[in-house]
């Protein structure tokens, strides 16, 4: 059982990690090469659209972090689970304090009502967002290093 658990918690966070990496460095950079209208409207739909459902992955990601690391506290590597549940639940106390407020703006922003600085808003999302991708990425390494 705890060796199913192992796969299935590693897995999810892997694929969460592909995901934040593929916003940072491929879906970002394509937004940013568009015009500007087209640029503002992408990334507040995406922010709509990964806001609704990256709380519930990154709180199930420390949910499942913590069941692993309770169930094999006593198997080699428990050491390296805890360090990756700290680091995952650093990731969504970043994310609350420092990258949701941002988002909750930009996915309500529309070439009509966005402020003068967007940009720049938009900017200092992507420099807390590089962070948080090398923390989860972190994270994924130790939970693959433990299994």
């Known amino acids: 059982m705890l060796g199913t658990l192992e796969i299935f918690t590693t897995v999810i966070v ?15 950079p394509i937004l940013d090469a568009l015009p500007e209208d087209s640029t503002q409207l992408g990334h507040a739909h995406g922010g709509r659209m990964l806001g609704a459902v990256m709380p519930f992955w990154y709180i199930g990601s420390v949910v499942l972090v913590a069941i692993w690391a309770v169930a094999g506290r006593h198997h080699d590597g428990a050491g390296l689970v805890v360090t990756a549940g700290a680091l995952l639940i650093l990731s969504v106390v970043m994310s609350i304090l420092l990258l949701v407020p941002i988002n909750n703006r930009n996915k309500t922003w529309t070439p009509e009502n966005r402020p003068a600085d967007w940009k720049q808003q938009l900017n200092r999302w992507n420099r807390f967002h590089y962070v948080r991708v090398a923390v989860i990425i972190a994270a994924f390494a130790l939970l693959a290093t433990a299994r």
């Open 14 to 28: 892997g694929v969460m990690v592909g995901v934040e990496f593929a916003v940072a460095f491929v879906m970002n």
